[in-house]
């Protein structure tokens, strides 16, 4: 039977990091990091999203700003906004919550922010960056991902890593990140033939389909790592990952529980970002 790796511990453990080194750089250099978290229209997924965000700005002592923008804001109107808070000293961190209203080019957005200022790690020369392993920020999801694979003590030096997903957001990043790792990735999708006996060959198995319950405990190998990045509702509102979690539990020696797996170390990742943003803006690192 799996243990469960708890991505509310590792997640806490990374914010109280966060926390305590925030504090050095207001007590000893009188900088105070500072997130702004813009939201165009009422999605309330992402209004979700937001609110959490900001609560952990608070919970770190970071100052955060919010933008909360109506559904028929033009693109100009957002992308002034992001070019305000690009020369705002007091913003060391921007995030534009995605998915935006179908009227805004998401590119468009993504390429005016700073890369700087660039949390996500969403903009071409960031992604450029990991693809050569020059990075200053790793995209949130992914690196939380390599930080619950990290506490597990499991060495990715020469392990089978099998990625299911190619988003831009996931599957292609942590592809990079866990090749940078000295693992050997294959990426697969909804194109790939023999799934099944790819995946029966990983090590480490990350999931991230966006489809409930797509990965069966036949699929895994014995002694697997399972990450799941899922977040699915089901029709009885109730919360379920890509990974069937009954079956795959007794096959794998990790995995991550939906929810309390991977959702929570995607803001911490993010406070991570933005100290890091801050120290670099201010020329500390
Ligand atoms: N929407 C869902 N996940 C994310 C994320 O990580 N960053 C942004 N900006 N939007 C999102």
């Known amino acids: 039977m799996a243990q469960l790796i708890d991505g509310k511990a590792v997640s806490a453990a990374v914010k109280a990091e966060v926390a305590e080194e925030a504090a050095k750089l207001k007590d000893e250099k009188g900088l105070k990091v500072g997130l702004a978290v813009v939201i165009v229209g009422n999605d309330p997924a992402s209004r979700v999203y937001v609110n959490n965000k900001k609560k952990a700005c608070e919970a770190v002592g970071f100052q955060s700003f919010e933008y909360a923008l109506d559904e028929a804001t033009t693109q100009e109107q957002l992308l002034d906004l992001v070019n305000v808070l690009n020369r705002d000293d007091r913003v060391n961190g921007i995030l534009v919550q995605l998915p935006l ?29 990991i693809m050569i392993g020059e990075y200053s920020f790793l995209p949130c999801t992914p690196a ?125 990742m993010l406070m991570k970002n933005t100290l890091t943003a801050a120290k670099q803006q201010a020329g500390i690192e």
């Open 101 to 129: 209203p179908k009227h805004i080019d998401e590119k468009a957005i993504i390429n005016a922010i700073s890369p700087e200022k660039d949390v996500d790690a969403f903009h071409p020369i960031n992604v450029g960056k």
């Open 144 to 268: 939380g991902v390599m930080r619950l694979i990290e506490s597990t003590g499991t060495d990715i030096t020469g392990k089978q890593c099998v990625v299911i997903g190619r988003s831009n957001i996931v599957g292609k990043p942590q592809a990079m990140l866990l090749l940078q790792k000295n693992g050997t990735v294959t990426i697969c999708h909804s194109k790939t033939k023999n799934l099944k006996e790819i995946c029966l060959g990983a090590d480490i198995l990350v999931v991230a389909v966006g489809r409930a319950n797509f990965v069966t405990g036949d699929m895994i190998k014995e002694g697997a790592v399972v990450i799941d990045v899922g977040m699915n509702r089901l029709d009885n509102g109730k919360l379920c990952g890509d990974v069937e979690f009954e079956s795959a539990e007794k096959k794998a020696s990790y995995i991550t529980p939906v929810p309390g797996g991977v959702g929570p170390m995607t803001i911490a």
